[in-house]
């Protein structure tokens, strides 16, 4: 185990000690600097509307980056400016081709999104098989947004303000000339220079999946990191970058992680370990409901925020297999027990599991945004690329399933002083929807979401 800091250094002896630390944490709150969202998806007649609210007195930069399914390749961003009170919407829809972005919002934003929208882009997933390449593969994937800075120069602050402008931006041109040749953020010196401050948070998120044929909504919240840069001390700095620019990401974290009465150190690998850290979960465990009695479908969320960070070019644990641009996987076996509502219960094997995974590969989560539909005909969020079937048991028309994603010891996140995680950094949510039809004349269609039930460990020494 890796020893360069004492137990000392890396275990705060009191939950007070660890207070006094800006480290990157869960605000179970909902608000903070990054928000990552489990999904967005423009397949199965799909529309998926996100938002980004700024609660604060301060006008914000941030970064809004969405990514595919499949390995977290980026196929959008862009820079978000946002006004005290503001609220930013977008809607992603399918294309012939793929999906796009389209808003209706006024926020400054540099690049610009056209009133046409703007199509996901396939260039960073090229290395793949030919059978992976296309721009259909953007459809299903997931999102983060990352506050860059806070904006204190007087004009780009009346530039981006709606309050004084009968509710639209007062400029959002000089917003944008400013990243351009001659502006004050054209060089990175600049972009975090005197003009901004640090990020301080106070954010939140929220996604939400229509289906107009199917007349359902699927709504779900944003998970929040509080202090991913400290707002006082060591590491506090903005991390203002140009648009079209593929930083800030999440190995931009301050390399510290703060728990109940502990705080530890992970600056030995990469800084994306803190952002692992505080998402790692050995189980998650959810609700179900299926079958023709019920005329219901249920489709289970299990992305990996910072998955790709481990598994492209030098794998590292606590993902067990490396990307392979052949099959377009990256697998970390689970095992998956499931409970119908009378304490009945069965393990899901190979032969349940539908497309069936090689044998050697088990049942395993291959993707960074996975979508397992729980029974044949449950298909609430499409996934072409990411999704898995469950074909459940009779008489397991409804109750939860319990997913152990533990795995074997060597499945552990490891931090400089020796402290280990064991599991996998984990959000996500189960997706449901019953369908009663025409009843007296009325569409009377039911969806809903449950955020995962989880259980973890602090880190500690073993």
């Not at 705060?12 to 489990?38: M, R």
């Not at 919240?221 to 840069?229: I, Y």
């Not at 593929?246 to 390399?255: T, V």
């Amino acid at each position: 185990m890796k020893k360069s800091l004492s137990k000392a250094v890396a275990l705060a002896a009191t939950i007070g000690a660890a207070a006094s630390v800006q480290a990157v944490s869960l605000n179970h709150d909902g608000v903070g600097q990054v928000l990552l969202y489990p999904i967005y998806t423009a397949e199965n007649g799909n529309d998926t509307y996100v938002s980004v609210t700024n609660t604060t007195n301060q006008f914000k930069v941030v970064k809004v980056r969405f990514v595919e399914g499949m390995n977290s390749k980026e196929v959008l961003d862009f820079n978000l400016f946002l006004s005290p009170q503001d609220v930013w919407t977008g809607n992603i829809v399918q294309t012939a081709a793929g999906a796009k972005l389209t808003t209706a919002d006024t926020s400054c934003t540099a690049g610009v999104v056209p009133a046409a929208g703007l199509e996901f882009r396939n260039f960073e997933y090229q290395a793949d098989a030919a059978e992976f390449r296309g721009t259909d593969r953007a459809r299903v994937g997931h999102l983060e947004v990352i506050e860059m800075a806070e904006v204190l120069d007087p004009a780009l602050q009346a530039a981006i303000d709606h309050r004084a402008n009968n509710g639209v931006p007062g400029n959002c041109e000089l917003v944008r000339n400013a990243y351009k040749t001659g502006g004050v953020w054209n060089t990175q010196a600049g972009r975090n220079g005197a003009t901004v401050s640090v990020p301080t948070g106070g954010l939140y998120g929220t996604l939400t999946v229509i289906n107009v044929e199917s007349g359902t909504e699927i709504s779900a919240d944003a998970t929040a990191l509080e202090n991913f840069r400290p707002t006082t001390g060591a590491g506090a700095a903005p991390i203002h970058f140009e648009p079209g620019d593929m930083l800030p990401n999440l190995d931009q974290a301050y390399p510290q992680a703060e728990f109940p009465g502990v705080v530890t150190q992970y600056a030995g690998f990469a800084n994306v370990d803190a952002v692992s850290a505080v998402l790692m979960k050995n189980r998650i465990a959810n609700d179900y409901a299926y079958g023709a009695g019920l005329n219901a479908q249920t489709d289970f969320v299990i992305t990996f925020p910072t998955k790709t960070y481990y598994v492209n070019g030098t794998l590292r644990a606590p993902f067990a297999q490396l990307w392979n641009p052949t099959t377009a996987k990256s697998c970390d076996a689970i095992d998956v027990t499931y409970y119908n509502r009378e304490e009945l219960s069965q393990v899901i094997d190979l032969d349940q599991i539908s497309p069936r995974p090689p044998a050697a590969e088990g049942i395993a989560l291959c993707h960074e945004t996975n979508v397992f539909s729980m029974g044949a005909d449950s298909n609430l969020l499409g996934g072409k690329f990411v999704r898995s079937v469950f074909n459940l048991a009779a008489g397991f028309e409804a109750g939860w399933v319990d997913i152990n994603l533990a795995g074997p010891a060597t499945r552990i996140l490891e931090a400089d002083g020796g402290e280990v995680q064991q599991g996998l950094p984990v959000i996500g949510f189960s997706a449901v929807a019953i369908q009663n039809g025409d009843v007296g004349g009325l569409l009377s269609n039911y969806a809903t979401a449950y955020n995962h039930k989880s259980t973890s460990v602090i880190p500690a020494i073993p």
